[in-house]
């Protein structure tokens, strides 16, 4: 998304790919920075990328070990028991 930076107002950008979805953007309009609304919304932007990052770490953490207790043979799914006590559910 950088190349959208140097796009004018009206122009599209490239097609980009995102997993098995396309995205294509035209730039509407540009702001000029405003280093006194970055001040303003420092803290809350920090904190929105940690939180971002604390969750992708957590998933990845999450998966490792999903896959490491599966190789080790600790971990076992059983889908026909979690679709007989799923009917229950209902």
């Not at 097609?15 to 702001?31: D, E, F, I, S």
Request: proline share 4%; no cysteine; glycine share 6%.
């Amino acid at each position: 998304m950088g190349a959208a930076f140097n796009l004018k107002p009206g122009d599209v950008g490239a097609p980009l790919t995102l997993g098995q979805n396309w995205l294509v953007y035209r730039v509407a309009r540009k702001n000029g920075t405003q280093p006194a609304d970055f001040e303003k919304q420092k803290k809350q932007l920090t904190e929105e990328l940690l939180q971002s990052k604390r969750s992708l770490a957590f998933d990845a953490f999450r998966a490792a070990l999903d896959t490491r207790l599966k190789q080790e043979g600790k971990l076992k799914l059983m889908p026909d028991k979690l679709k007989a006590s799923a009917l229950w559910l209902v």
